[in-house]
């Protein structure tokens, strides 16, 4: 809305100008000083840029108090449970995962997927005060110590993890998820921690940022789906052999009435209707000699 408006501002002194160079063939300093304060009272921009600047410092102090709340870790971590919750609620149904809840051997991650091969437990609690520090420093020394401190805290989060939540014995599946909620961290750590990264994978142990941790999700529920597609047909191929099964019982009972009682029945009907037009016959001869 500002931006039109200072468009629609620079417009009008364009034409201003130019009507003046038209009039008076020059332009004088003042005209044009005159031109441009005239037209900021008019379009109250005094006032939207007095707006503008209270916006600019509700988002400064917006981010200061989020910046802040990042260097505390429990405040961090909170975070970090919502912003999971949030992405594991929106795309699964609710009887596919849980959020804070005791799994097995007194365990409770901060939220664990149920999928075809097990429980997947999801750890948020992610170390970074030493991160913050090798982003704040600027100085190259520190920065490295910085970076090497956070990479060590971040292979016995990991291991934990792997102790804790990788329990394939105890119904969870092969893997765990160590979730981190900031997508830079993700990254930093892909590109300074790779070989690190993979060697946990191989434990069991797969470090996922929002936007990884959302397409594992879509992986996850394809799998269960196809697994309840499968169960499902399974039930219905269950379910026509035990039609045709009665079906061969129902067969066997037809053939039997009808090779046996049907055709009885037949031939008794037509002894009966033999002997019926035998007596008839009789009756009609003794109406005869009554009529003679």
């Not at 997927?113 to 982003?135: A, Q």
């Not at 989060?157 to 990788?166: A, E, S, T």
């Not at 160590?178 to 750590?189: N, R």
């Not at 069991?204 to 169960?231: D, F, M």
Request: charged share 25%; glycine share 8%.
């Amino acid at each position: 809305m500002l931006t039109d408006t200072l468009l629609v501002t620079i417009i009008i002194l364009l034409f201003i100008l130019i009507v003046l160079v038209l009039k008076q063939g020059k332009v004088e300093p003042r005209d044009v000083e005159s031109a441009v304060s005239n037209s900021w009272l008019k379009l109250g921009l005094d006032e939207r840029l007095g707006e503008l600047t209270t916006y600019a410092g509700d988002i400064r102090d917006n981010y200061r108090s989020l910046e802040q709340m990042l260097r505390v870790p429990t405040q961090r971590g909170a975070l970090g449970e919502m912003a999971l919750e949030t992405i594991i609620s929106d795309q699964l149904p609710p009887d596919m995962f849980g959020i804070r809840t005791k799994v097995f051997d007194g365990k409770i991650p901060d939220a664990y997927i149920k999928s075809t091969v097990g429980i997947i437990c999801i750890d948020s609690k992610f170390p970074l005060e030493n991160y913050i520090g090798f982003m704040e420093s600027g100085d190259p020394k520190e920065q490295d110590g910085f970076k090497r401190q956070f990479l060590r805290d971040v292979r016995g989060h990991l291991n934990k993890i792997v102790q804790d939540y990788v329990r394939p014995d105890m119904g969870s599946a092969e893997f765990a998820f160590a979730y981190i909620h900031s997508e830079g961290v993700y990254w930093f750590l892909v590109n300074e921690g790779f070989d690190m990264l993979r060697e946990f994978t191989k434990k069991g142990v797969q470090v996922v940022s929002p936007l990884t941790l959302s397409h594992k999700i879509e992986l996850i529920k394809a799998g269960v789906h196809a697994r309840k597609l499968s169960e499902d047909a399974q039930q219905v191929q269950a379910a026509l052999a035990v039609l045709s099964r009665r079906f061969g019982e129902i067969d066997e009972k037809w053939k039997v009435f009808h090779q046996t009682h049907l055709r009885n029945l037949g031939n008794k009907a037509e002894e009966i209707d033999s002997a019926y037009n035998g007596l008839r016959s009789d009756f009609d001869k003794i109406g005869r000699l009554s009529d003679e």
